[in-house]
Protein backbone atom coordinates (compact mmCIF):
# COMPACT_ATOMS: atom_id res chain seq x y z
CA UNK A 1 0.00 0.00 0.00
CA UNK A 2 1.29 3.43 -0.91
CA UNK A 3 1.02 5.74 2.08
CA UNK A 4 -1.34 9.03 0.87
CA UNK A 5 -0.33 12.18 0.44
CA UNK A 6 -1.77 14.62 2.99
CA UNK A 7 -4.11 17.64 1.90
CA UNK A 8 -4.42 20.34 4.04
CA UNK A 9 -7.75 21.57 6.35
CA UNK A 10 -6.75 25.53 7.22
CA UNK A 11 -4.00 27.17 7.01
CA UNK A 12 -1.50 30.02 8.99
CA UNK A 13 -0.98 32.67 6.33
CA UNK A 14 -0.36 36.05 8.44
CA UNK A 15 1.40 36.10 11.79
CA UNK A 16 3.00 39.12 13.69
CA UNK A 17 5.17 37.16 15.89
CA UNK A 18 5.23 33.32 17.89
CA UNK A 19 2.11 31.41 17.48
CA UNK A 20 2.19 27.97 18.79
CA UNK A 21 0.57 25.00 17.50
CA UNK A 22 -0.36 20.97 18.81
CA UNK A 23 -1.97 18.97 16.44
CA UNK A 24 -3.86 15.33 17.77
CA UNK A 25 -1.45 13.07 18.21
CA UNK A 26 1.33 15.71 18.97
CA UNK A 27 2.61 15.38 22.50
CA UNK A 28 3.06 19.21 23.20
CA UNK A 29 2.57 22.60 21.76
CA UNK A 30 5.52 23.74 18.83
CA UNK A 31 5.90 26.96 17.43
CA UNK A 32 5.04 27.08 13.48
CA UNK A 33 5.73 29.57 10.64
CA UNK A 34 3.65 30.98 8.39
CA UNK A 35 1.86 28.35 5.79
CA UNK A 36 1.72 26.08 8.04
CA UNK A 37 -0.97 23.61 7.94
CA UNK A 38 -4.19 23.35 10.74
CA UNK A 39 -6.61 20.22 10.42
CA UNK A 40 -9.83 20.03 12.62
CA UNK A 41 -9.37 19.25 16.45
CA UNK A 42 -5.71 21.41 16.10
CA UNK A 43 -5.07 23.62 18.97
CA UNK A 44 -3.74 27.22 18.48
CA UNK A 45 -1.79 29.42 21.10
CA UNK A 46 -0.41 32.62 19.91
CA UNK A 47 1.98 34.73 22.17
CA UNK A 48 0.65 37.75 23.98
CA UNK A 49 -0.34 40.69 21.57
CA UNK A 50 0.72 38.13 18.42
CA UNK A 51 -1.89 39.03 15.86
CA UNK A 52 -2.38 35.58 14.01
CA UNK A 53 -4.40 35.38 10.85
CA UNK A 54 -6.18 31.73 9.41
CA UNK A 55 -7.37 30.82 6.00
CA UNK A 56 -10.53 28.56 6.53
CA UNK A 57 -10.55 26.03 3.33
CA UNK A 58 -14.46 27.22 2.80
CA UNK A 59 -12.58 30.50 1.61
CA UNK A 60 -12.87 32.84 4.63
CA UNK A 61 -10.41 34.66 7.36
CA UNK A 62 -10.56 34.50 10.35
CA UNK A 63 -8.52 35.77 12.88
CA UNK A 64 -7.13 34.43 16.14
CA UNK A 65 -6.91 35.45 19.99
CA UNK A 66 -4.12 36.39 20.99
CA UNK A 67 -2.80 34.86 24.24
CA UNK A 68 -4.87 32.06 24.88
CA UNK A 69 -5.23 28.56 23.30
CA UNK A 70 -8.08 28.22 20.95
CA UNK A 71 -9.69 25.19 18.59
CA UNK A 72 -9.34 25.17 15.38
CA UNK A 73 -13.09 24.12 14.97
CA UNK A 74 -13.73 27.58 17.18
CA UNK A 75 -12.21 29.51 14.55
CA UNK A 76 -13.33 27.86 10.82
CA UNK A 77 -16.31 26.15 10.10
CA UNK A 78 -15.88 22.27 9.85
CA UNK A 79 -13.62 21.60 6.45
CA UNK A 80 -15.24 20.59 3.20
CA UNK A 81 -15.34 17.04 2.41
CA UNK A 82 -11.96 15.92 0.72
CA UNK A 83 -11.73 13.71 -2.26
CA UNK A 84 -11.35 10.08 -1.48
CA UNK A 85 -7.45 10.53 -2.28
CA UNK A 86 -6.82 7.67 -4.18
CA UNK A 87 -3.55 6.81 -5.03
CA UNK A 88 -2.27 5.60 -8.69
CA UNK A 89 0.42 2.92 -7.90
CA UNK A 90 3.04 3.67 -10.06
CA UNK A 91 4.50 1.61 -12.84
CA UNK A 92 7.96 1.90 -14.31
CA UNK A 93 7.79 3.81 -17.81
CA UNK A 94 9.74 3.87 -20.62
CA UNK A 95 10.70 7.51 -21.32
CA UNK A 96 10.76 6.92 -25.31
CA UNK A 97 7.00 6.41 -24.97
CA UNK A 98 4.72 9.86 -25.04
CA UNK A 99 2.51 8.81 -21.16
CA UNK A 100 0.61 10.85 -20.41
CA UNK A 101 0.94 13.66 -17.74
CA UNK A 102 -2.28 15.52 -18.27
CA UNK A 103 -5.35 14.70 -17.94
CA UNK A 104 -4.22 11.86 -16.08
CA UNK A 105 -6.51 10.15 -13.14
CA UNK A 106 -8.37 13.17 -12.27
CA UNK A 107 -11.52 15.07 -12.36
CA UNK A 108 -11.97 18.53 -14.55
CA UNK A 109 -13.54 21.67 -13.79
CA UNK A 110 -13.21 22.76 -17.42
CA UNK A 111 -14.86 21.43 -20.71
CA UNK A 112 -11.10 22.23 -22.59
CA UNK A 113 -8.59 20.96 -20.73
CA UNK A 114 -4.94 21.21 -21.41
CA UNK A 115 -3.63 17.70 -22.81
CA UNK A 116 -0.02 16.69 -21.98
CA UNK A 117 2.16 14.32 -22.25
CA UNK A 118 5.97 13.13 -22.42
CA UNK A 119 7.65 13.87 -25.78
CA UNK A 120 9.40 11.05 -26.16
CA UNK A 121 12.77 11.36 -27.27
CA UNK A 122 12.73 10.47 -30.93
CA UNK A 123 9.26 11.57 -32.21
CA UNK A 124 8.93 14.17 -34.53
CA UNK A 125 4.92 14.20 -34.44
CA UNK A 126 2.16 12.80 -32.40
CA UNK A 127 -1.40 11.29 -33.08
CA UNK A 128 -3.89 12.81 -30.25
CA UNK A 129 -7.21 11.08 -29.44
CA UNK A 130 -9.88 11.71 -26.79
CA UNK A 131 -11.90 8.86 -26.25
CA UNK A 132 -15.29 8.45 -24.24
CA UNK A 133 -18.67 7.21 -24.64
CA UNK A 134 -19.86 8.32 -28.20
CA UNK A 135 -16.78 11.16 -28.86
CA UNK A 136 -13.37 10.15 -30.58
CA UNK A 137 -11.71 13.18 -31.32
CA UNK A 138 -8.02 12.72 -33.63
CA UNK A 139 -5.39 14.85 -34.47
CA UNK A 140 -2.22 15.38 -35.74
CA UNK A 141 0.61 17.63 -34.17
CA UNK A 142 4.27 17.79 -34.87
CA UNK A 143 6.90 18.06 -32.25
CA UNK A 144 8.34 21.15 -33.18
CA UNK A 145 5.04 23.31 -32.60
CA UNK A 146 3.69 21.82 -29.63
CA UNK A 147 6.48 20.49 -27.57
CA UNK A 148 8.88 22.35 -25.01
CA UNK A 149 11.59 21.18 -22.26
CA UNK A 150 10.37 17.61 -22.67
CA UNK A 151 6.62 18.07 -22.67
CA UNK A 152 4.20 18.33 -24.96
CA UNK A 153 1.09 20.09 -24.55
CA UNK A 154 -2.02 21.27 -26.54
CA UNK A 155 -5.18 22.70 -25.51
CA UNK A 156 -8.62 20.44 -26.26
CA UNK A 157 -10.55 22.34 -28.28
CA UNK A 158 -14.11 21.84 -26.99
CA UNK A 159 -15.52 21.70 -30.63
CA UNK A 160 -16.86 17.62 -29.66
CA UNK A 161 -17.77 18.68 -25.95
CA UNK A 162 -17.50 16.50 -22.94
CA UNK A 163 -20.27 15.64 -21.10
CA UNK A 164 -20.13 15.12 -17.38
CA UNK A 165 -20.35 11.47 -15.76
CA UNK A 166 -18.62 9.83 -19.12
CA UNK A 167 -15.20 8.72 -18.45
CA UNK A 168 -12.86 9.77 -21.27
CA UNK A 169 -9.12 8.44 -21.95
CA UNK A 170 -6.06 10.66 -23.68
CA UNK A 171 -4.25 8.31 -26.20
CA UNK A 172 -1.44 9.62 -27.82
CA UNK A 173 0.64 7.71 -30.76
CA UNK A 174 4.45 8.58 -31.70
CA UNK A 175 5.17 8.59 -35.29
CA UNK A 176 8.48 6.63 -34.14
CA UNK A 177 5.07 4.08 -33.13
CA UNK A 178 5.57 3.93 -29.68
CA UNK A 179 1.99 5.15 -27.80
CA UNK A 180 1.03 5.80 -24.73
CA UNK A 181 -1.22 2.74 -24.02
CA UNK A 182 2.14 0.72 -23.27
CA UNK A 183 1.89 2.55 -20.22
CA UNK A 184 0.44 0.21 -17.94
CA UNK A 185 -0.70 1.75 -15.17
CA UNK A 186 -4.44 1.72 -14.35
CA UNK A 187 -6.94 4.20 -13.56
CA UNK A 188 -5.76 6.67 -16.37
CA UNK A 189 -9.38 8.17 -17.58
CA UNK A 190 -10.81 11.80 -16.34
CA UNK A 191 -13.90 12.72 -16.25
CA UNK A 192 -15.76 16.11 -15.70
CA UNK A 193 -16.86 17.02 -12.11
CA UNK A 194 -20.62 16.98 -11.41
CA UNK A 195 -22.32 20.56 -11.58
CA UNK A 196 -22.86 20.74 -7.51
CA UNK A 197 -19.92 20.12 -6.77
CA UNK A 198 -18.34 22.51 -9.67
CA UNK A 199 -21.11 25.65 -8.43
CA UNK A 200 -19.52 25.48 -5.01
CA UNK A 201 -15.62 25.17 -6.12
CA UNK A 202 -16.09 28.30 -8.21
CA UNK A 203 -18.00 29.82 -5.36
CA UNK A 204 -14.73 29.35 -2.84
CA UNK A 205 -12.28 30.09 -6.00
CA UNK A 206 -14.03 33.66 -6.18
CA UNK A 207 -13.58 34.23 -2.52
CA UNK A 208 -9.99 33.08 -2.52
CA UNK A 209 -9.22 34.85 -6.15
CA UNK A 210 -11.24 38.03 -4.17
CA UNK A 211 -9.14 38.53 -1.21
CA UNK A 212 -6.25 40.26 0.02
CA UNK A 213 -3.92 37.38 0.34
CA UNK A 214 -0.10 36.94 0.04
CA UNK A 215 0.69 36.76 -3.00
CA UNK A 216 2.95 33.07 -2.66
CA UNK A 217 0.00 31.98 -0.77
CA UNK A 218 -3.17 32.51 -3.39
CA UNK A 219 -2.23 29.97 -5.30
CA UNK A 220 -1.00 27.57 -2.73
CA UNK A 221 -4.77 27.86 -1.48
CA UNK A 222 -6.52 27.40 -4.84
CA UNK A 223 -4.10 24.43 -5.93
CA UNK A 224 -5.05 22.81 -2.61
CA UNK A 225 -9.03 23.55 -3.15
CA UNK A 226 -8.65 22.14 -6.64
CA UNK A 227 -7.00 18.82 -4.93
CA UNK A 228 -9.08 18.18 -1.91
CA UNK A 229 -11.76 17.96 -4.70
CA UNK A 230 -9.44 15.66 -7.05
CA UNK A 231 -9.17 17.69 -10.04
CA UNK A 232 -5.70 17.35 -9.64
CA UNK A 233 -5.06 18.13 -13.12
CA UNK A 234 -5.92 21.73 -12.78
CA UNK A 235 -4.45 22.05 -9.69
CA UNK A 236 -1.12 20.62 -11.10
CA UNK A 237 -0.82 23.31 -14.41
CA UNK A 238 -1.57 26.52 -11.15
CA UNK A 239 1.51 25.17 -9.62
CA UNK A 240 3.20 24.83 -12.38
CA UNK A 241 2.27 27.82 -14.16
CA UNK A 242 4.15 29.96 -11.16
CA UNK A 243 7.35 31.39 -11.82
CA UNK A 244 10.30 29.73 -9.64
CA UNK A 245 10.36 32.85 -7.20
CA UNK A 246 6.72 32.88 -6.61
CA UNK A 247 7.32 29.26 -5.30
CA UNK A 248 7.26 28.35 -1.23
CA UNK A 249 8.08 24.99 0.66
CA UNK A 250 4.25 24.03 0.65
CA UNK A 251 3.81 24.49 -2.68
CA UNK A 252 6.94 22.24 -3.91
CA UNK A 253 5.80 19.80 -1.56
CA UNK A 254 2.13 19.62 -2.54
CA UNK A 255 3.28 19.54 -6.19
CA UNK A 256 4.95 16.52 -5.28
CA UNK A 257 1.67 15.07 -3.61
CA UNK A 258 -0.32 15.86 -6.57
CA UNK A 259 2.04 13.89 -8.95
CA UNK A 260 2.40 11.23 -6.76
CA UNK A 261 -1.29 11.05 -6.42
CA UNK A 262 -1.46 10.43 -10.00
CA UNK A 263 1.93 8.06 -10.12
CA UNK A 264 4.28 10.18 -12.11
CA UNK A 265 6.98 9.58 -9.36
CA UNK A 266 9.72 11.28 -12.37
CA UNK A 267 7.72 14.01 -12.17
CA UNK A 268 7.14 14.25 -8.53
CA UNK A 269 10.94 13.62 -7.33
CA UNK A 270 11.89 17.23 -8.39
CA UNK A 271 9.30 19.36 -6.52
CA UNK A 272 10.04 16.81 -3.62
CA UNK A 273 13.54 17.30 -3.96
CA UNK A 274 13.48 21.50 -3.75
CA UNK A 275 11.15 21.03 -0.85
CA UNK A 276 13.51 19.26 0.94
CA UNK A 277 16.16 21.48 -0.05
CA UNK A 278 14.11 24.57 0.88
CA UNK A 279 13.05 23.50 4.35
CA UNK A 280 15.65 22.51 5.93
CA UNK A 281 15.86 24.54 9.29
CA UNK A 282 12.56 26.13 8.28
CA UNK A 283 9.57 24.29 8.39
CA UNK A 284 10.42 20.88 9.95
CA UNK A 285 6.80 19.67 9.31
CA UNK A 286 7.13 20.56 5.48
CA UNK A 287 10.33 18.92 5.67
CA UNK A 288 9.67 15.72 7.14
CA UNK A 289 6.49 15.02 4.73
CA UNK A 290 8.43 16.10 1.50
CA UNK A 291 11.22 13.53 2.88
CA UNK A 292 8.26 10.62 3.28
CA UNK A 293 7.00 11.89 -0.61
CA UNK A 294 10.38 11.69 -1.87
CA UNK A 295 11.33 8.30 0.00
CA UNK A 296 8.05 6.88 -1.56
CA UNK A 297 9.26 8.04 -5.29
CA UNK A 298 12.72 6.77 -4.77
CA UNK A 299 11.52 3.69 -3.58
CA UNK A 300 9.39 3.25 -6.73
CA UNK A 301 11.97 4.17 -8.65
CA UNK A 302 14.03 1.19 -7.78
CA UNK A 303 15.94 2.96 -5.07
CA UNK A 304 14.90 0.93 -2.27
CA UNK A 305 17.44 1.54 -0.20
CA UNK A 306 17.49 5.60 -0.73
CA UNK A 307 13.62 5.37 -0.33
CA UNK A 308 13.71 3.58 2.99
CA UNK A 309 16.53 6.26 4.49
CA UNK A 310 14.42 9.36 3.40
CA UNK A 311 11.25 7.52 5.34
CA UNK A 312 13.38 6.88 8.11
CA UNK A 313 14.35 10.42 8.22
CA UNK A 314 11.12 11.87 8.17
CA UNK A 315 10.33 9.46 10.83
CA UNK A 316 12.74 10.55 13.10
CA UNK A 317 11.71 14.18 12.60
CA UNK A 318 8.16 13.69 13.74
CA UNK A 319 9.72 11.38 16.70
CA UNK A 320 11.54 14.69 17.42
CA UNK A 321 9.00 16.85 17.29
CA UNK A 322 6.66 14.37 19.15
CA UNK A 323 4.22 13.30 16.34
CA UNK A 324 2.62 9.95 17.34
CA UNK A 325 0.25 9.87 14.42
CA UNK A 326 2.97 10.31 11.63
CA UNK A 327 5.41 7.97 13.50
CA UNK A 328 2.80 4.99 13.54
CA UNK A 329 2.06 5.33 9.80
CA UNK A 330 5.91 5.92 8.90
CA UNK A 331 6.30 2.75 11.07
CA UNK A 332 2.92 0.60 9.64
CA UNK A 333 4.48 2.08 5.99
CA UNK A 334 8.11 0.74 6.48
CA UNK A 335 6.98 -3.02 7.79
CA UNK A 336 5.41 -3.15 4.11
CA UNK A 337 8.69 -2.10 2.14
Excluded at 38 to 51: E, F, H, T, Y
Excluded at 250 to 256: D, T
Aim: glycine share 8%.
Amino acid sequence: MVSKPVLAGHWIFKTTGRVELEREGWSRFHPVPNYTTINPGDLVRPASGVRVKVFCDHGKIRSVTAGVTTGINAICPPPRRKSSGRIVTPRPVDRYIPYIISPRATRLLTYTPTLRWNDATDANSFTVTVRGRGLDWTQEFSRDKVCQKGICQVVYPGNKPLKPGVSYKLVVKADTNRSSTEDKTGGLGFKLIDSDQAKKIQVIDGLIKGQNLPKEFKPLALADLYGDYGLTAEAIEILEGLEKNQKIVPIYRLLGDLYRRIGLVLEAEIPYSKAVELAENQHWEELAAAKAGLGEVKHARGNRQEGVSLLEQAKAIYEQFGDRKRVGEIEKRLAEL
